[in-house]
């Protein structure tokens, strides 16, 4: 029923846009977000399709980042959550436009409501083979050392 989506996702996921900083190294901290959030979609504990950063949504993304890319210095959280909505498919709800000054977590948290999947998206997340799907495609090919 949703193949071509499921498909036109893992063409969108495989496209995301990384940060490379000095002396090379990319930053894989959008991938380790949403491997993150696609856990605690099949745990139950994001219920809907407004994420928030919470407590327990910054500590699995700290924990995956550990586990995912060990010896690497973790991005904060909200540099994933803001710059994901460059890939077309996650969105946030602004509750009053970000001011023009430096991203920082307290600005993003004071302005964000919540961030969001394409509605699609969202939909097929909820089905477990697909989640796993997608959670092995960013391992393979953003975490594979």
Do not use: C
Not at 23 to 43: C, D, H, R, V, Y
């Amino acid at each position: 029923m949703y193949s071509h989506q499921i498909d036109m996702y893992r063409i969108m996921l495989l496209r995301i846009k990384r940060s490379v900083i000095r002396g090379g190294i990319t930053i894989n901290a959008k991938p380790i977000l949403l491997i993150s959030l696609f856990e605690l979609i099949g745990e139950g504990l994001i219920k809907n399709n407004q994420v928030m950063i919470s407590n327990e949504v910054e500590e699995r993304y700290r924990a995956k980042y550990e586990e995912l890319a060990p010896g690497e210095k973790v991005t904060p959280i909200y540099r994933p959550f803001y710059h994901l909505m460059s890939d077309g498919f996650w969105h946030l709800k602004m509750a009053e436009k970000l001011p023009a000054e430096k991203l920082t977590d307290r600005r993003l948290r004071t302005v964000t409501d919540y961030g969001y999947f394409d509605n699609v998206l969202w939909d097929i997340l909820l089905m477990e083979n697909t989640r796993d799907f997608y959670t092995k495609l960013l391992i393979d090919n953003y975490l594979k050392k």
